[in-house]
């Protein structure tokens, strides 16, 4: 009986363990994903997204639209 809660025991230890691994690479993901937009400057420093010129919206509305208009019928 003793074997048996070591090799609970392990077991837990392993789950907890990958899981703390992996959640530990995913939030160190998210902190090289967030300074990289900051660095090609995406996202302001407060974390907001960067203001876009008219043209730029206007060439995104155009491509939208166009890509819709383009679009096969389902």
């Known amino acids: 009986m003793h ?3 070591e090799e ?3 077991l837990a230890l392993y789950g907890m363990g990958t899981v703390f691994l992996f959640l530990t690479l995913l ?3 998210i902190y090289f994903m967030a300074w990289t937009l900051r660095k090609l400057d995406y996202v302001s420093e407060e974390g907001k997204p960067r203001v876009l ?3 730029t919206k206007a060439i995104i ?4 639209s166009l890509h819709r ?4 019928a389902q």
Do not use: M, Q, R
């Open 3 to 5: 074997s048996l809660i």
């Open 8 to 10: 609970g025991f392990k």
């Open 27 to 29: 939030v160190i993901a």
């Open 53 to 55: 010129s008219n043209k």
């Open 61 to 64: 509305i155009a491509a939208i």
């Open 69 to 72: 208009k383009n679009k096969p």
